[in-house]
Structure formats: C-alpha cells, structure tokens
C-alpha cells in the first residue's frame, strides 16, 4: 500500500503530526505540493486500507475535511520503515554499491 | 506488516528501491516536521532585536560612561517601531501555524499562544494600577522592565515543560535571571542589562533554533 512513493510520501507526513491531531485537506496538499485529484486518488486507496481516517466537517458553513494517520496506517508505516532498515542495514560489507570516488590521502 | 511489505509491484505510482524510499521517508519527515511545527527561531530573533536595540537605545539617552548619547526621540521611534512589529509578527506567525490543524497538540499550542496575551495584559493592568498610587519615576522604570522579564521567563519555563526542550526551559531561567538582575542594577543600568542580557539571551536562542536540525524525537 505505502511503497507506491505518493502514499509513502503521503504518510510519512502525516506521521510528523502528533498522533490525534489531524489536518486539513488544503493544508495537507500544500505541504505535499500535489494536486488536489491526485491527493484525493491516494488518500482514498489509504482510507479503504485503514490506514488514514478522513472527517468530513463545517467550519462557517464551508465543508472542510480533516485527516489523520490512523493507528493501523501508524504502525504500517513503522513496520515499514523498520524493515526498510533491516534490508538495508546488512550489506554494509561486500556488495555495497556506494561509490568509489571518495579517495582518502589522493 | 513484514518484510512482505517491502516487494515491489506495479502500481499506478513510481515504486521505489529500498533505499530510494528510505531517503524518502527520511527527507519528507525533515520537512513535514520543519514545515508543520512551530519554530521559534524567527519570534526570538525579532525580539532580541527590539530587546537590545530598544532598550539599548533608551539606555543611550541618559548620561553615562558610553560616549554615545541618543535623542529620546530617536530612541522613541526606535522602541514605537520595533516592539509593536515584533507583538504584530509573533501573533501572525503563530497564527500561522496552527492553520488547518486541530487535535490536543494544536489546542495546546493555542492555550499557550494566548497565555503571552493574557499574562502581558494582566502585568499591564498591574502595573498601571500600582504606578498610580504614586511611584517614584525609577521605581516605574524598574517595575516595567523587571515584571517583563520576570512573565517572559515564566513563560519560557513553561514552554520547555510544554514542548518537552531543554533549551527553552533554560532560556526561561536566564530571562529569569536577567529580569532580577535589571532591577538591582538601578536606572539607567537596568535597560543595559535588559538589552544585553535579555535581547543577547534571545538572539542566542534564536540562532539555536535556526540552527537546530527540524526532527524532535516524536
């Protein structure tokens, strides 16, 4: 669900909000500088995953919709990121691909 | 919510190798956490500013050992420019970035914000109050300056119990400090120790969140 780099991006951000706090559709795209038909696209792949809760609401009369990393998408992405680390973690040894250009005492 | 997650598919978005998304995670948490908190950085410069060229100037209207010596109207304009841009500036930006939040962290944050309103309204009205039973000119000036500083430490104390950070606790006891050192230095010491003192705290401060890499532990 998250590896696709739009949701990961997605969640990763909102993962950087205290946990119950939520944030506005407007805000949100902002922060992530995506269209609002693309976002929407991702946040409802992740809302049928359980992994964000979105609120739909009135602020004055104007329709405003909240959203928030549920604790399903939470622990997803930690999951996630933990094994990310595991993968890459190991082969710090031999077949490592950094490069070479680096050349102490040159 | 293994390593299963890991394999890559096709989906109607790039996948990414392990790496690729590792750096992704870690750059769009840097600035999801840079461009969502609160940094006070900005605030702190502008008020050490007002603080030390402020009071610096009202300190370089009297008489003293500094051969410099300021118009009270230039040291008016000075202050009349500086502290009502930073009050304008520290309202608008923390106002700012609470926009489009809610949750307990955001309640919180807006308790704090109008805790600097309500706690300079009340010293205000004290103040005022005391000064009309009859004090002494020195007597106003220390109060004003002593009080001031003495509400912004408290309420660095509180922030650094609120945000969980050290440092803005320990900037509170230094205002603290500052604030009880002014009124012992007498006038026109007191706005030297204010300016120095209290606007260097602040600009330090300032320079540390600027500085500070955007990632509190969550």
């Known amino acids: ?106 | 919510m293994t390593g299963g997650d890991i394999e890559l598919r096709a989906d109607d978005d790039q996948v990414l190798s392990a790496g690729e998304s590792m750096a992704l995670i870690e750059r769009q948490t840097e600035e999801a956490q840079r461009r969502l908190g609160f940094n006070p950085a900005l605030i702190l410069g502008l008020w050490g500013a007002a603080y030390l060229f402020g009071f610096g100037a009202i300190f370089l209207t009297y008489p003293t050992a500094v051969p410099l010596r300021l118009p009270g109207a230039v040291a008016a304009v000075i202050t009349g420019v500086l502290f009502p841009a930073a009050t304008v500036i520290s309202i608008v930006t923390g106002v700012r970035s609470g926009r489009g939040l809610r949750g307990p962290s955001r309640a919180a944050g807006a308790m704090y914000g109008w805790s600097w309103t309500l706690g300079f309204c009340a010293l205000a009205a004290v103040n005022i109050g005391v000064t009309r039973l009859g004090l002494p000119d020195d007597a106003v000036t220390l109060l004003w300056s002593g009080s001031s500083l003495l509400l912004v430490g408290v309420l660095y104390l509180a922030s650094g119990a609120l945000f969980q950070d050290r440092f803005q606790h320990g900037l509170g006891v230094w205002m603290l400090l500052s604030g009880a050192c002014s009124v012992f230095a007498g006038v026109p010491g007191n706005f030297a120790v204010v300016a120095l003192a209290g606007g260097g705290g602040l600009f330090l401060a300032s320079g540390y969140f600027a500085l500070r890499p955007a990632c509190p532990p969550a």
Not at chain 1, 24 to 45: D, I, V, Y
């Open chain 1, 1 to 106: 669900m998250i590896h696709a780099q739009a949701r990961l991006r997605v969640t990763v951000a909102l993962s950087a909000l205290p946990t119950e706090d939520q944030i506005t559709f407007p805000r949100l795209q902002q922060l992530l500088e995506m269209s609002a038909g693309n976002l929407s696209t991702h946040l409802r792949k992740l809302e049928d995953a359980n992994y964000v809760q979105l609120t739909k609401t009135y602020q004055r009369r104007t329709p405003v919709t909240y959203v928030s990393l549920t604790r399903t998408g939470r622990r997803a992405l930690e999951d996630y990121t933990a094994a990310l680390r595991r993968l890459l973690t190991p082969r710090s040894d031999p077949g490592d691909q950094t490069d070479q250009t680096d050349q102490p005492g040159g």
